[in-house]
């Protein structure tokens, strides 16, 4: 029997004093939140500071882990993202993210063209208080079942 291998990824939907959110633009898949890969030997968090400081040169300080997703289409992946809030630093574009900024609250979706970034925000930004666990497929994309917790 083969072992599963899931790539294991972290986001964070992050907000300034203003209560804007941070939005970086990637190549392929248009605007979204910063997430990454966590790199073998790497904690979550640690990954988390990581992916945020390279793709927006900012600082964070990490809030609750308000949802995690399973892909289950190939290459299978679970996204743990959190909420978060600015700590330090000046917005830096990179290779990455040739684009970035701070963004209102309403501003938020209508820059958001890809669904399953559309469905992450979406559940980001309506989080209250129970962490909410999706599992979903990316092509077509499709929510196959979700629980709070």
Same mark, same amino acid.
């Given at each position: 029997?083969?072992? @599963? &291998?899931?790539?294991?990824?972290? =986001?964070?939907?992050?907000?300034?004093? +203003?209560?804007?959110?941070?939005?970086?633009?990637?190549?392929?898949?248009?605007?979204?939140? $910063?997430? *990454?890969?966590?790199?073998?030997?790497? =904690?979550?968090? !640690? +990954?988390?500071?990581?992916?945020?400081?390279?793709?927006?040169?900012? !600082?964070?300080?990490? =809030? $609750?882990?308000? +949802?995690?997703?399973? &892909?289950?289409?190939? @290459?299978?992946?679970?996204?743990?993202?959190?909420?978060?809030?600015?700590?330090? *630093?000046?917005?830096? @574009?990179?290779?990455?993210? $040739?684009?970035?900024?701070?963004?209102?609250?309403?501003?938020?979706?209508?820059?958001?063209?890809? $669904?399953?970034?559309? !469905?992450?925000?979406?559940?980001?930004?309506?989080?209250? !208080?129970?962490?909410?666990?999706?599992?979903?497929?990316?092509?077509?994309?499709?929510?196959?079942?979700?629980?709070?917790?």
């Amino acid at each position: 029997m083969n072992s @599963p &291998k899931h790539i294991l990824v972290v =986001g964070a939907l992050v907000r300034n004093a +203003a209560g804007q959110i941070l939005l970086i633009r990637h190549h392929r898949r248009g605007w979204e939140i $910063p997430q *990454g890969r966590v790199e073998e030997g790497e =904690g979550l968090l !640690d +990954a988390l500071h990581r992916e945020v400081r390279e793709e927006s040169g900012i !600082d964070i300080i990490p =809030g $609750p882990l308000a +949802a995690v997703f399973s &892909k289950t289409d190939a @290459p299978a992946a679970l996204i743990f993202t959190f909420l978060a809030n600015y700590h330090a *630093g000046t917005l830096q @574009p990179s290779d990455e993210t $040739p684009e970035l900024g701070w963004f209102d609250v309403a501003e938020v979706m209508p820059q958001i063209s890809h $669904p399953v970034s559309r !469905d992450r925000i979406e559940t980001l930004l309506s989080f209250k !208080d129970r962490t909410i666990f999706r599992t979903y497929t990316a092509k077509p994309f499709t929510i196959k079942n979700e629980t709070r917790l």
